[in-house]
């Protein structure tokens, strides 16, 4: 099977050998028990979170989409938008970005926000998209600060319903394209995965494809 997307398919052999793409048997957020798990936090040293700073990076300026900074929202985003914002600077396109606090500050500059002041068009940089409960908190701030939220960057959309208990078969992705009107821009997918596993040569890699084959089968969009 021909790779569709190098891209892609460069930063899931990327996941694998960092160790941040596992496959076995985990519990995720909707209490599925899924073949595969995807651990943003294991990019945990700075070689790691360079190169991924630069996928995020060549996605986004493939992308086309127009922005004039990036947010990070507390906890996991505020290390990405930091190296997505490195991963830019490196590719010519310098911006600033912000990130928010779990809680207000009441000393010293005070307030939620931190970082660049929260104008223009704005990207939200996180990892994943669950039930897009998130997305729709941090475009509520960039809005109440007076900015216009244009978009999410996330890095794996596993391209599954968001909840089985509610009648909406929507992707957490779905919900916030749709829902919040902003577009989605992920560096790889399930799709890309699963193309992936039926490249590789490690047997033990494509010994997972079966097993991820039918979680996409029950849980897909």
């Known amino acids: 099977m021909a790779s569709t997307d190098p891209l892609a398919q460069a930063f899931v052999k990327f996941s ?5 793409l596992r496959f076995g048997d985990f519990k995720t957020k909707a209490g599925r028990q899924s073949p595969y798990f995807f651990n943003t936090g294991l990019f ?5 979170l360079a190169r991924l700073g ?10 086309g989409l127009e922005f ?3 947010f990070g929202p507390a906890y996991k985003g505020i290390t990405l938008a930091a190296a997505v914002a490195i991963g830019l600077a490196r590719e010519g396109k310098s911006v600033p ?7 207000a500050k009441d ?7 931190v970082g660049a002041p929260v104008k223009g068009r704005v990207l939200i940089i996180d990892d994943v998209i ?7 908190e ?7 600060a007076g900015a216009t939220p244009v978009g999410v960057a996330i890095t794996m959309d596993r391209q599954e319903r968001a909840s089985d208990t509610s009648a909406d078969n929507r992707s957490g992705v779905q919900y916030v394209e749709q829902e919040l009107g902003l577009r989605v821009l992920s560096i790889a997918t399930l799709a890309d995965l699963m193309q992936f596993l039926a490249d590789t040569d490690d047997p033990a890699l494509q010994a997972n494809m079966a097993r991820v084959e039918v979680y996409r089968q029950r849980y897909g969009v």
């Open 68 to 70: 004039d900074m990036l």
């Open 97 to 103: 970005y912000a990130y928010n606090r779990k809680e």
């Open 44 to 48: 945990d040293d700075g070689a790691k």
């Open 138 to 144: 941090a475009a509520e701030l960039i809005r109440a």
């Open 16 to 20: 694998v050998e960092a160790g941040v």
């Open 54 to 63: 630069e996928f995020y990076a060549r996605r986004l300026i493939a992308s």
């Open 130 to 136: 669950t039930d897009g409960a998130s997305k729709r």
């Open 107 to 113: 000393h010293g500059e005070g307030g939620l926000l």
